[in-house]
């Protein structure tokens, strides 16, 4: 099978789909910057939702007392800054459900980038929840026309699939992607899709090797 990633991963990643006669070809299909912001450097109740978040939180030596987030990878990044986890959901949706439920009462700082999902703010915003957002980085589309042959396309983020499908047509491929946001994405231009079991780029490789064997 002839694999194509809108991410360049790792040696030991590409080293793993290559072990089961996958031959993978990899490019960025987006780039996220760092810009500038401003908060307060202890903030007693925070929402993240990406990993690039934290990232621009540790640049600015902003600590977050009690986190609410989305992903275990951001979960992980914040719980060795010290942060108290107090939610982690699968996606920004049920994260959204799980503060009007039971935080409520809660003023939070959201940190996200320039094209978050409007899901979040706008289910804090209908129950009248406080909260401030704060944009931390920016994320670039890199379209890019991909003149070799694949029979799948392995997609990180809706931002990916929008990018790719500027200049290339995956209408008759496979899309492996990393969660339901991102499959929703990629099911305006394809009608073959497989969803990760877990928001993890080893997940995505696993699931593209069983495929794989399938064939």
Do not use: W
Request: charged share 20%; proline share 3%.
């Amino acid at each position: 099978m002839r694999l194509l990633s809108t991410k360049i991963l790792s040696t030991k990643q590409q080293q793993l789909v290559a072990a089961h006669q996958i031959t993978l070809e990899c490019y960025n299909a987006i780039r996220t910057t760092g810009i500038d912001f401003k908060a307060p450097h202890l903030i007693p109740d925070g929402i993240v939702t990406s990993s690039k978040a934290v990232q621009a939180l540790s640049a600015k030596r902003i600590y977050i007392q009690n986190a609410y987030v989305v992903g275990n990878k951001v979960a992980s990044a914040l719980a060795a800054t010290g942060s108290n986890i107090i939610y982690t959901a699968t996606y920004a949706s049920e994260l959204a459900t799980a503060i009007t439920e039971k935080y409520a009462n809660k003023q939070f700082y959201f940190f996200c980038g320039d094209r978050r999902r409007p899901e979040l703010p706008e289910a804090l915003s209908a129950q009248h929840i406080a909260y401030t957002e704060v944009c931390v980085y920016k994320t670039e589309l890199q379209p890019k026309k991909i003149t070799t042959s694949h029979d799948g396309v392995l997609f990180f983020s809706p931002s990916g699939v929008e990018s790719h499908v500027q200049k290339n047509s995956i209408e008759n491929k496979v899309a492996f992607c990393i969660g339901n946001t991102t499959a929703k994405a990629a099911k305006k231009h394809t009608n073959t899709i497989y969803i990760a079991k877990e928001q993890r780029i080893d997940s995505m490789l696993q699931l593209a090797i069983q495929y794989q064997k399938t064939k």
